[in-house]
């Protein structure tokens, strides 16, 4: 099993352009959630997905962030227009229904907006 | 909602010794607890989790944790500490209950572990 794959590792982005991070959860896992990582705000979950739909995005932090899940397999999280506060580790996670909590985090994008 | 509290923000143990992280939660019922550890550079990694049952729980690379209900927390535990043991460690808290059995997790702020030789 590769776990789950995030891509790309590392992103630099100019202000105000769009960046899209995307995640593979591990197959067969049916929830998903993705996770900002900052040193000011530690770890916030940002939205997650349950058979691939969104229910509960309280997280996401404003209109410029969308996430969508168009099948079990695949994942985005777009930010248009980034900002340099928007700066972080974004992590994506998967996990199976009433398997305990089953977490398995992604290696993360490190995402820089200057 | 929930919420967890990991007071000590840095620890510094030499290789070793014993260890324990502190953790508290705050919940209304019985929490689902968890331990996760990261590598520089890296996602988290599952290290152990409480539902119910023996409070005592055994996790992977020799932790254990005990949940205390009384004191509402959930310390981490190792006997003797290796240099690999190095990372952030994070605290989480998850609702009970939820509809899904998979709800969302709450994370403290982490506990950075330095190990001197």
């Known amino acids: 099993d590769a776990g789950v794959i995030q891509s790309p590792r590392h992103e630099v982005t100019e202000m105000g352009q769009e960046v899209t991070l995307r995640c593979k959860p591990i197959?067969?896992?049916?929830?998903l959630f993705w996770y900002r990582q900052t040193m000011m705000r530690g770890l916030e979950l940002l939205i997650y997905?349950?058979?691939?739909?969104?229910?509960?995005d309280s997280g996401m932090p404003e209109d410029r962030f969308s996430a969508k899940m168009p099948n079990a397999s695949f994942s985005t999280l777009k930010i248009q227009p980034s900002e340099p506060r928007d700066s972080a580790v974004y992590f994506c996670?998967?996990?199976?229904?009433?398997?305990?909590?089953?977490?398995?985090f992604g290696s993360g994008t490190r995402l820089t907006v200057v | 909602a929930q919420s967890v509290t990991q007071p000590d923000i840095h620890i510094t143990v030499s290789e070793g010794a014993s260890l324990e992280l502190r953790c508290n939660y705050s919940?209304?019922?019985?929490?689902?607890l968890f331990w996760y550890v990261q590598s520089p550079g890296q996602g988290l990694q599952l290290l152990l989790k409480?539902?119910?049952?023996?409070?005592l729980v055994q996790g992977i690379k020799g932790f254990e944790a005990e949940f205390k209900r009384s004191q509402s927390s959930f310390n981490l535990r190792k006997p003797s500490v290796h240099w690999s043991d190095a990372a952030e460690y994070f605290c989480?808290?998850?609702?009970?209950?939820?509809?899904?059995?998979?709800?969302?997790?709450?994370f403290g702020t982490g506990t950075r572990l330095t190990i001197i030789p």
């Open positions: 989480a808290v998850g609702a009970s209950g939820g509809y899904f059995g998979n709800e969302k997790l709450t």
């Open positions: 409480y539902f119910s049952g023996d409070t």
């Open positions: 197959s067969g896992h049916n929830s």
């Open positions: 996670a998967s996990s199976l229904d009433r398997e305990a909590y089953g977490y398995t």
């Open positions: 919940y209304g019922a019985t929490p689902y």
């Open positions: 997905f349950n058979n691939n739909v969104p229910i509960d």
